[in-house]
T-cell receptor
Framework: GAVVSQHPSRVICKSGTSVKIECRSL??????MFWYRQFPKQSLMLMAT?????????EQGVEKDKFLINHASLTLSTLTVTSAHPEDSSFYIC???????????FGPGTRLLVL | GDSVTQMEGPVTLSEEAFLTINCTYT??????LFWYVQYPGEGLQLLLKATKADDKGSNKGFEATYRKETTSFHLEKGSVQVSDSAVYFCALSGSGYALNFGKGTSLLVTP
């Protein structure tokens, strides 16, 4: 089946630093990838839609200058949390869809803790 | 806008009990509907889906039917196992295929 990986699985950083999270589709090409954020015991909230070769589309309330998304190839999208603060601590999850398909396949998530 | 409402958990059942997790939705147009499952310490996995009214999605003994008249997509299983313990998310596919999730329902099955 379709597999999506994320790296790192867990990261701890100091306030003010930047953190990059990678999302890879391992056995299929993904024109579109999605980035979600999940708070403890809550649902996933869509942050942005990442399209290969074009700018990401951000949801209302998500700061595009803080959460930089790059989808440089059909198998890789990155999310960079710039100048991270403790309130950015969360579980970040990516998903990917095969080109032209509706079903999304999810990565295992990245737990970010900002001290 | 589009939204998904699912029953609050946690749900605790004995092994072999019947499971129903309710899910209703509000949407413009005709979205596809999904159930995802998140096992402890793992990412979300697609459990089943339905793309149009009256479609029934099924997988691993779980079933859900797309009911347009009641805007529902309830998840059912006739006999749950301990290994079914997880968090279940109902979701609909909106514009651009982005998913709109319910809050999740935690299921604990005891031996």
């Amino acid at each position: 089946g379709a597999v999506v990986s994320q790296h790192p699985s867990r990261v701890i950083c100091k306030s003010g630093t930047s953190v990059k999270i990678e999302c890879r589709s391992l056995d299929f090409q993904a024109t579109t990838m999605f980035w979600y954020r999940q708070f403890p015991k809550q649902s996933l909230m869509l942050m942005a839609t990442s399209n290969e070769g074009s700018k990401a589309t951000y949801e209302q309330g998500v700061e595009k200058d803080k959460f930089l998304i790059n989808h440089a190839s059909l198998t890789l999208s990155t999310l960079t949390v710039t100048s991270a603060h403790p309130e950015d601590s969360s579980f970040y999850i990516c998903s990917a869809s095969e080109t032209g398909e509706e079903t999304q396949y999810f990565g295992p998530g990245t737990r970010l803790l900002v001290l | 806008g589009d939204s998904v409402t699912q029953m609050e958990g946690p749900v605790t059942l004995s092994e072999e009990a019947f499971l129903t997790i309710n899910c209703t939705y509000t949407a413009t147009g005709y979205p596809s509907l999904f159930w995802y499952v998140q096992y402890p310490g793992e990412g979300l996995q697609l459990l089943l889906k339905a793309t149009k009214a009256d479609d029934k999605g099924s997988n691993k003994g779980f079933e859900a039917t797309y009911r347009k008249e009641t805007t529902s997509f309830h998840l059912e299983k006739g006999s749950v196992q301990v290994s079914d313990s997880a968090v279940y998310f109902c979701a609909l596919s909106g514009s651009g295929y982005a998913l709109n999730f319910g809050k999740g329902t935690s299921l604990l099955v005891t031996p």
